[in-house]
């Protein structure tokens, strides 16, 4: 892993609340200011381990029908970014940090590739991000719930020798896909490093304030 701890940018007007339910998957209930109120949640993993009854969580007013929008939850004394609608923007800024793709000159986003979006194209490149907030013994672990979507989007990058980026927002040492919840992208992404497709793993952390790039972490066996 890379030693290094560089601030990224700071999330403005946040508020502190208690999670409290999770009606569905994009809509919670929190408490705030002694008074129950709806928050959207953007991450539609199943975040089980994160989201439990008095946790901590961070939010923002939401612009949507909901009252708030969260954006962090605290766990075993981490601040862990749940915010999803974030992770282009974060990519965006850790680009500049890995060097095999430091210097592209044209980035595209949103970019329609076979059957489904890709998140960026650079100077010609594909690739996706996906951002993990599951860990178990050190280790980072992605999905945390079944994903055809995730499966597919491997799948394009694979047919078009692209590149895929995990965001992992909690502390480890080591990253591999996760056999127990979707077997089928774990063999996917099996496929992809067979294939010397290039995986980027980045470690992040949030301080409550401030999202800081805190280097790269290596690949487990898998």
């Keep these: 892993m890379q030693n290094s701890k560089v601030p990224l940018f700071e999330i403005p007007n946040l508020q502190k609340g208690v999670f409290l339910t999770r009606p569905n998957r994009f809509v919670s209930e929190i408490k705030y200011n002694n008074q129950i109120k709806s928050a959207h949640i ?6 089980t381990e994160l989201l439990t009854k008095g946790k901590e969580v961070l939010f923002t007013d939401s612009r949507g029908k909901l009252d708030y929008y969260i954006k962090a939850v605290k766990h075993e004394n ?7 609608a974030l992770h282009s923007k974060i990519a965006l800024r850790v680009f500049p940090h890995l060097p095999e793709i430091a210097n592209v000159s044209e980035i595209r986003k949103e970019v329609p590739l076979g059957k489904s979006r890709i998140d960026f194209v650079l100077d010609g490149v594909p690739l996706e991000v996906k951002g993990v907030t599951l860990v178990k013994e ?16 491997v799948q394009e990058i ?13 502390k480890a040492t080591k990253f591999k896909p996760n056999f127990d919840t979707d077997p089928k992208f ?21 301080d409550g304030k401030t999202i800081f790039y805190n280097g790269t972490i290596p690949l487990a066996d898998f």
Excluded: C, Y
């Design 42 to 47: 953007h991450d539609p993993g199943r975040l």
């Design 78 to 84: 981490e601040w862990i970014l749940i915010d999803t």
């Design 138 to 153: 050190d280790l980072a672990l992605f999905p945390d719930a079944p994903t055809e979507r995730g499966t597919r989007h």
């Design 158 to 170: 694979i047919d078009n020798n692209g590149m895929l980026l995990f965001l992992v927002f909690r």
């Design 186 to 206: 774990f063999n996917k992404l099996s496929e992809a490093r067979k294939k010397n497709i290039r995986i980027f793993v980045v470690q992040l952390s949030f």
